[in-house]
């Protein structure tokens, strides 16, 4: 089986900078995801880690360490509009991805 | 591609009806899934086909769900009787092996989600 941990909601200032960890156990190993939800609306994809180590992509970074289980999605010059739930998704070894129950990040200026 | 396209986006039965919710897949897509996303949950996933089969339907809270695939291009989920304990969002999701070198699998695209809402 999969298990995902993440922190329940973050807050953080306009402009700042915000880290969301995600901690997972699972059986085989596929790549780890990041999505983004918005209040009533679909998750949408963020980025995508197989191997160790940091993939930026604009503002948003993602870091992956397999040994320790561990992930991170880093979100630089947060802007209000970043405020959403984000999601941490492991894909295992059936390939298919297991979500955790997300962070819900509140920005506020 | 629209992406994927569920039906309907709202849903208000009482309990005890039959509820069948609607998804068309992206083109040339051979994964779909079905998730339920509730606040004490989260997103879990009920089932998945591949290639119009349905490989793992663990995820079915009981019998009175049911999910189809007759074609590439549209699955059912249905709950008959619904119960309250039902209510939640529904959503559809697809995603494509892709066969070069080791063969990867893309990311999921979802649907906007069915809200149902069992009284």
């Known amino acids: 089986g999969q298990n995902i941990d993440q922190p329940t909601e973050m807050t953080a200032t306009e402009g700042a900078i915000v880290q969301i960890n995600c901690t997972y156990q699972?059986?085989?190993?596929?790549?780890l995801f990041w999505y983004q939800q918005h209040a009533g609306e679909a998750p949408t994809f963020l980025s995508y880690?197989?191997?160790?180590g940091l993939e930026e992509k604009g503002r948003f970074s993602s870091f992956l360490s397999r040994s320790k289980g561990y992930s991170y999605l880093l979100l630089k010059e947060l802007q209000m509009k970043d405020s959403a739930s984000y999601l941490c998704?492991?894909?295992?070894?059936?390939?298919?991805?297991?979500f955790g129950r997300g962070t819900s990040l509140i920005v506020h200026p | 591609d629209a992406g994927v396209i569920q039906s309907p986006r709202h849903e208000v039965t009482e309990m005890g009806q039959e509820v069948t919710l609607r998804c068309k897949p992206i083109?040339?897509?051979?994964?779909l899934f079905w998730y339920r996303q509730t606040m004490m949950r989260g997103l879990e996933l009920l089932i998945y086909?591949?290639?119009?089969?349905?490989?793992?339907d663990s995820g079915m809270p009981e019998d009175r769900f049911s999910a189809k695939m007759p074609n590439a291009s549209f699955s059912t989920l249905k709950i008959q009787p619904s119960e309250p304990r039902d209510s939640a969002v529904y959503f559809c999701?697809?995603?494509?092996?892709?066969?070069?070198?080791?063969?990867?699998?893309?990311?999921?695209?979802f649907g906007q989600g069915t809200r149902l809402t069992v009284v």
């Open positions: 083109s040339g897509h051979d994964y």
């Open positions: 699972t059986s085989g190993f596929n790549g």
């Open positions: 999701a697809s995603s494509l092996l892709a066969y070069g070198g080791r063969g990867v699998h893309t990311e999921a695209f």
């Open positions: 086909f591949n290639n119009n089969v349905p490989i793992d």
């Open positions: 998704a492991v894909r295992g070894g059936s390939y298919i991805p297991t």
């Open positions: 880690n197989v191997l160790d």
